[in-house]
């Protein structure tokens, strides 16, 4: 784990824990690269070809940000966004039902010790609705958290933007103001919407998609081996 300076006090403060899902608490094995695929070919795009391991590398490289707006830029129109869109969601959704996912070890212990620690927790996804209440039924995690939110529940902007964490502050009212807010996820767009929302600490994770010199080439205060280390960090311990 490696940290800028924060003192103790600033850490032992946060009240409102904003945590991504994929990456970062589930662990989903590459579902979002093989649910791409079959949304591509729906659009003419064949795996193996030139244009879709072009496709395929920018999905990688924008993993965390809202899923509609990674499909605006690769196919153009809103037409052709939109269904891409609705093909990528049914195909993750089947393969998550299908039982591939899991949590990432330690996630939903995690969760439990700081909600027991008096925090609140929400947590945020880049996918639609639909695909974040399969990933919540998947995993029995429908009664862990009081609040979950995607990019819908705001207005449609996902990371990297701040609302989604902003509007956890507004719903959760667990803080008296954002630096007792933490943000954490598996990509630099998870920090980026942290700091953006001016988050007390806002941390990258090592189980999912980028590394840690994304994460502090975005600013991240902390660099995480997986999220099971934050409630020892925000104890102070």
Known sequence: MTTTTLTTTTLTDIRLVVLDMAGTTVADGGLVERAFATAARELGVEPGTEEHAGQLAYVRATMGESKISVFRHLFGDEDRAQQANVAFEKAYGELVDGGLITPLPGARETIEELLADGR????????????????????????????????????????????????????????????????????????????????GLVAGVLTGAHGGDAFREAGASHVLDSVADLPALLRGT
């Open 120 to 199: 609140s927790v929400a947590l945020t996804t880049g996918f639609a609705r639909v695909t974040q209440d399969a990933l919540l039924d998947a995993l029995g995690w429908r009664d862990l958290v009081p609040l979950t939110l995607c990019p819908a529940d705001v207005g449609g902007r996902g990371r990297p933007y701040p609302d989604m964490v902003l509007e956890a502050f507004l719903r959760t009212k667990a803080a008296d103001g954002v630096h007792q807010v933490a943000v954490v996820g598996d990509t630099s767009y998870d920090v980026r919407s942290g700091l953006r929302a001016g988050a």
